[in-house]
């Protein structure tokens, strides 16, 4: 994909939403989610008088185990503020919630409510726990949106890796997901979806990692994180797809495609190696033949975790995504302060003269 492309999307991102949000360091990047990545350091946030950040509130006990989050809200104004659900990746490095915590500040300075949110996430937790933990969160948010100036007809999700997956099957599914938190009557839909280098159809990635991980020409990592995926899956799921294949469409997006769906964009790297590219750029064609709203961005030369060499890219990810939820959920241009106003208009200016 070349820039001037890349520069045409990014220009249609600001123009629906108006302005773009300034950029984030590498400082504020999410959590590591590949085995490459198991020594990375744990996220630190930096605390903002801005903010009230409220940490580890418990929404849902499974067994002896308390799965909790965290929320961030701005301190100034009544709200109440949209609100963006952030989900971890689930590889072995995941830092869980607090990898998602600068992210989740960095959103309550610019007028939303940051929620980051542990769910189980370990092989052998089994399919569908994830999906479910993460409904009874959304559930469990409305539930006390008063609390936490959240507004509850205005949330999104946005999942990294496995987290992306989570994230669409939200927007898909909905509540036909059976949770068993007390609050079915309580919505756990979202109004906007964004999924950054998720799997989306589980049989096919199973076949592509089973391939690589047999071909000679394959590098030695990409044959051991295809050994690691493809075990990691028939744990999670229960076998190989030949076995349950079943299970393998449950729990894949492009399953549950319908026309009826919330906006969802999808970013990747098309360097990917853990997740191809493929994966976000099969469901977005699914999407589209339903006509359903989609947008898909793939970022060239980056890998998984975006841990690509030119820094322009991510910050190209991250004005797109934030430009994104601000045309979805932000609302009036009143909830949006005249120095976040200027700020992104530099960052849009700065990155445009960067790209050329």
């Not at 067994?63 to 949209?82: N, Q, S």
Request: hydrophobic fraction near 40%; glycine fraction near 10%.
């Amino acid at each position: 994909m070349n820039r001037n492309y890349l520069a045409r999307m990014f220009w249609l991102g600001a123009t629906l939403a108006g302005c773009l949000l300034a950029s984030l360091d590498d400082k504020r990047t999410t959590a590591a989610d590949s085995p490459k990545s198991q020594n990375a350091k744990a996220a630190v946030l930096e605390p903002s008088a801005a903010v009230v950040h409220q940490p580890d509130l418990t929404y849902r006990t499974v067994g002896d185990r308390e799965l909790m989050l965290d929320v961030i809200f701005p301190k100034v104004g009544k709200g109440p503020f949209p609100a963006v659900i952030l989900l971890h990746g689930s590889g072995p490095a995941n830092k869980g919630k607090t990898g998602m915590l600068p992210l989740a500040q960095e959103l309550a300075l610019q007028g939303y409510v940051g929620i980051g949110v542990d769910y189980r996430c370990k092989p052998e937790d089994g399919f569908p726990a994830p999906i479910r933990d993460v409904q009874c969160a959304v559930r469990w948010l409305r539930a006390h949106a008063d609390q936490y100036k959240i507004d509850k007809d205005r949330i999104g999700v946005w999942g990294f890796s496995g987290g992306g997956t989570l994230a669409c099957l939200l927007g898909m599914k909905g509540t036909t997901w059976k949770g068993d938190n007390g609050r079915a009557q309580l919505d756990d839909r979202p109004q906007a979806v964004v999924s950054f280098y998720g799997p989306m159809d589980f049989a096919q990635l199973h076949e592509a990692c089973q391939a690589r991980a047999k071909a000679k020409e394959s590098r030695f990592q990409e044959r051991m994180e295809s050994s690691y995926i493809m075990h990691t899956l028939e744990s999670w799921l229960g076998g190989p797809p030949s076995k349950v294949p079943d299970r393998y469409a449950l729990a894949s997006p492009v399953t549950h495609v319908t026309g009826n769906l919330p906006p969802i964009l999808l970013i990747h790297g098309a360097e990917d190696t853990v997740i191809p590219a493929q994966q976000s750029q099969h469901l977005a064609s699914k999407l589209r033949g339903s006509g359903s709203p989609v947008g898909l961005l793939i970022i060239g030369g980056a890998g998984h975790d975006f841990e690509e060499k030119n820094p322009i890219d991510r910050r190209l990810a991250m004005a797109a995504v934030l430009a994104f939820l601000d045309h979805h959920l932000l609302g009036p241009i009143q909830n949006r302060s005249p120095r976040n106003r200027l700020e992104r208009t530099q960052d849009l200016r700065q990155i445009s003269k960067e790209l050329k």
